[in-house]
């Protein structure tokens, strides 16, 4: 079952010095506690020992693992633990007496058992452990994956299978797999799970479910993981009850306090509720001329008692609105600023459009300072190859988090707008649409698996970096090695790129093929509303190809901060990356690089494909450092992404040079 165990796949250490090293604490333990997080951490660090392969050395020399919350310590230690401001989930590692003793301490269970996860990565990655002195706390405080998983376990844009969410057989079936799932998110700082899809049925919220989901939250809890529902806005009047589901009447409140009673009766440490409300189709709070304000404080009231939260979705445009879909959020919300209750954040996807390959940050974040708000990034690739393609998404997130919004003058990263730091936020959050399904190795693609650690370990410090995540993850997953760890890192680094290129460079956007977004699809221009259609996005004729988003155009520009909207006004002085983004230009413009407009697209979509064709190259030589299966899946993989970028440079290419009337430039082969 290659792949099943994830980043907690304890392999067996070569190196005899580290692993008698090792070895020597993780034999002589003493853990501090009785809880269930205190066995799990019991459980892991076991788990470890028989991995690693350290059951039969000798508990060598004096050294000691001590595990225990500050206020337990041995008085000796106490005071050399110093964990004052580490809030609840903050954990220290630290080396002492000579460095004999090592002592993971925090001020909770579940501050131990990251701290234990912590100890544990760096001993996977063969990292000298002999003066430790890691202090880590999470920046952000809700960190949470979201499922679109339906009740009949159909994942929406999920590539892994099925629903790991067997609901069939809950509550009595409780499968391994619940457990695990618990284990790899806790590793990585996960501490929140919405099990639903954002279109989401009713029916989860009725007792006959909500046992189920019980049973799933029971299994979680000990890894610090509170699980979240979605709220289906209509719901009062489809489970029978009522017949509207005004967010004022008196009625509808009181269902919804019915509701959060019942669940939080069963399920005392239940999260809250995500909502997607007047969005494609999903009710919402605007049938009874009420305002986004009234649908989430309505709910945030029913589980404000409980110390619930609501995460209210800002993804929503609407048809009646064709001018540029990518206005239609900022415009919704903006006037609400600072009048949604204190348990409610508003979750914004990471770019104005819908997760495309490359986005300029949302608007949203740089002009609601007395909101706070939620990121929301896609781990599943649903614009970016499901899961045959190799992207490597910590890459994307990094950059959206880095731009300067200029919300609180220069240096107002997202980062600091997600994490409260930027108008001291009290409620802070960040969540990843999850690409987990029922495959053996839970995301299809191998390195799917990379981009759920790597959403995990950014949620926990929005400010890592993108190639220290994968070092990590590489080094975890298959080898220390350098000729393995070097030439892998810069592959995926580079594989985002690669991505933009071959299917959306220069701030092209949104031209998949319909429905599916598999696959190119520049030419479609048929369906019911506008802004679905990708010719609404790239907007290319015989003058030229782009979107004008300035003030001669849609004006979402003015949108931003001043410094970005004047920089941005003009495409001389606008990133390239964001060209067409912004801007609709003449096929002969040019460029920075002397270069027509066109030519450039033309190389970028050749360039994608040639970073494919290197990417299979590095891949090649990696056999040796690689068990034979995952190396030979990777290969067809990596000759599915070859064949698809191709088809993705010479369609675009096909179609848009019959507007430019243009040659392709050297370099870039005629389309097959
Ligand atoms: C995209 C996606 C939908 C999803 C929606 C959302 O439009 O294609 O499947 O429901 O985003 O985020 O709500």
Not at 75 to 81: A, R, T
Not at 604 to 622: D, L, N
Request: proline share 6%.
């Amino acid at each position: 079952q290659e792949g099943y165990e994830l980043w907690l796949d304890y392999k067996k250490i070569q190196d005899t010095t580290v692993k008698k090293k090792y070895a020597s604490f993780l034999n002589n333990i003493e853990l501090i506690g009785n809880s269930s997080t205190i066995q799990a951490i019991k459980d892991e660090l076991q788990l470890a020992r028989t991995g690693f392969e350290f059951e039969n050395s000798d508990p060598s020399g004096n050294s000691k693992l001590i595990i225990g919350i500050q206020s337990n310590l041995p008085s000796s230690l106490k005071s050399q633990i110093d964990t004052e401001n580490l809030g609840n989930e903050g954990y220290t590692i630290t080396s002492l007496n000579n460095k004999e003793t090592i002592v993971i301490s925090g001020n909770s269970d579940v501050a131990l058992l990251y701290g234990t996860f912590g100890l544990l990565r760096e001993m996977q990655q063969k990292n000298d452990i002999s003066n430790l002195n890691i202090e880590e706390k999470p920046k952000i405080q809700k960190r949470v994956l979201n499922h679109w998983d339906n009740l009949d376990r159909t994942v929406e844009r999920g590539y892994a299978g099925f629903s790991i969410w067997d609901w069939h057989l809950l509550p009595e079936l409780i499968k391994p797999e619940y457990k695990d799932y618990a284990r790899a998110n806790a590793a990585i700082g996960i501490n929140g799970t919405v099990l639903t899809n954002v279109n989401s049925n009713a029916l989860i919220l009725t007792p006959h479910y909500i046992e189920k989901v019980k049973a799933l939250a029971e299994v979680f809890r000990p890894y610090g993981i509170q699980v979240y529902l979605t709220a289906r806005f209509s719901a009062p009047i489809e489970l029978g009850d009522l017949d509207t589901a005004d967010p004022l009447d008196e009625d509808v409140k009181k269902w919804w306090k019915n509701i959060a009673d019942e669940i939080y009766s069963e399920i005392p440490d239940f999260g809250g509720f995500l909502v997607k409300a007047d969005s494609e189709g999903q009710p919402g709070p605007f049938q009874y001329d009420r305002t986004h304000v009234d649908g989430a404080n309505m709910l945030a009231e029913a589980v404000a008692p409980y110390d619930g939260i609501i995460m209210w979705r800002a993804f929503v445009y609407s048809e009646e609105d064709p001018d540029d879909r990518a206005k239609q959020a900022y415009d919704q919300f903006i006037p609400y600023d600072g009048k949604f209750a204190d348990n409610v954040l508003v979750q914004v996807k990471n770019g104005a459009i819908d997760f495309q390959p490359r986005e300029p940050f949302h608007p949203m974040f740089g002009a609601m300072p007395d909101t706070p708000l939620m990121m929301e990034f896609q781990i599943t690739q649903e614009y970016l190859g499901f899961s045959s393609h190799l992207v490597f998404l910590p890459k994307l997130y990094e950059e959206v988090l880095d731009e300067d919004t200029f919300s609180d003058g220069e240096n107002s990263p997202v980062a600091k707008v997600i994490d409260g730091t930027n108008s001291n936020k009290k409620l802070t959050g960040i969540a990843g649409v999850a690409n987990i399904g029922t495959e053996k190795n839970w995301t299809g693609h191998p390195f799917g698996q990379a981009n759920w650690y790597g959403f995990g370990r950014l949620a926990w410090d929005p400010y890592m970096d993108s190639k220290d995540i994968a070092k990590e993850w590489l080094k975890i997953n298959f080898s220390n090695e350098e000729n393995f760890v070097k030439p892998m890192t810069d592959l995926l680094i580079e594989s985002r790129e690669a991505v933009v290129n071959y299917m959306t460079p220069l701030g092209l956007h949104h031209i998949m093929a319909t429905s599916h977004h598999y696959g190119p699809g520049p030419w479609v221009d048929d369906l019911g509303r506008p802004e679905w259609n990708p010719v609404y996005y790239h907007k290319a004729d015989k003058n030229g190809i782009g979107f004008d988003r300035t003030s001669s155009g849609s004006d979402a520009l003015s949108q931003y901060a001043k410094p970005i909207e004047e920089k941005y006004s003009s495409p001389e002085t606008t990133p390239e990356k964001y060209l067409l983004w912004f801007h609709h230009l003449a096929w002969e413009y040019e460029m920075k690089n002397g270069k027509t407009l066109w030519d450039n697209i033309a190389l970028h979509y050749q360039t994608g494909v040639e970073q494919v064709e290197e990417m299979q190259a590095t891949w090649e030589e990696m056999e040796p450092y690689v068990n034979e299966r995952e190396f030979e899946k990777t290969s067809m993989l990596l000759e599915i992404q070859l064949k698809e970028a191709k088809w993705w440079r010479d369609a675009c290419l096909s179609y848009f040079q019959q507007f430019s009337n243009m040659e392709l430039p050297e370099g870039v082969p005629e389309p097959e």
